[in-house]
């Protein structure tokens, strides 16, 4: 049974950093797109991050380019999501997303029907 686990949200002070964590357990997603998306309350669910797993490419939304990173560990069965000089606007639930299918890479797979293993999710807050 696949199932994704995050961890790390917290209240952050705008201009701060966190990191979060996604721990990926029954099945080895060595070649595959793993997603940081997130959603506010009344919108849609969007991507923030994608990173293939075959190579390590990654896909950012422009919102935050240049001050997220997403990264994978070594043994692969943990995807973090690096946050730097948090805005008011990144405050959301975060949520990581897995898919199943290996299509070479992510840059088509940047919508939520293209995955199919999600997280609970992990709330992230920033303050003035």
């Known amino acids: 049974q696949v199932q994704l686990v995050e961890s790390g949200g917290n209240s952050v002070q705008a201009g701060g950093s966190l990191s979060l964590s996604c721990v990926v357990s029954?099945?080895?997603?060595?070649?595959?797109?793993l997603a940081w998306f997130r959603q506010t309350p009344g919108k849609e669910r969007e991507p923030v991050a994608i990173?293939?797993?075959?190579?390590?490419?990654?896909i950012y939304a422009d919102s935050v380019k240049g001050r997220f990173t997403i990264s994978q560990d070594f043994a692969g069965d943990t995807v973090y999501l690096q946050m730097n000089g948090l805005k008011f606007e990144d405050a959301a639930m975060y949520y990581c997303?897995?898919?199943?299918?290996?299509?070479?890479?992510?840059?088509?797979?940047?919508?939520?029907?293209?995955?199919?293993?999600w997280g609970q999710g992990t709330q992230v807050t920033v303050s003035s």
């Open positions: 997303a897995a898919q199943l299918h290996d299509w070479g890479d992510c840059s088509d797979s940047l919508s939520i029907d293209d995955y199919n293993y």
């Open positions: 990173i293939y797993t075959g190579d390590n490419s990654t």
């Open positions: 029954g099945y080895t997603f060595s070649s595959n797109c």
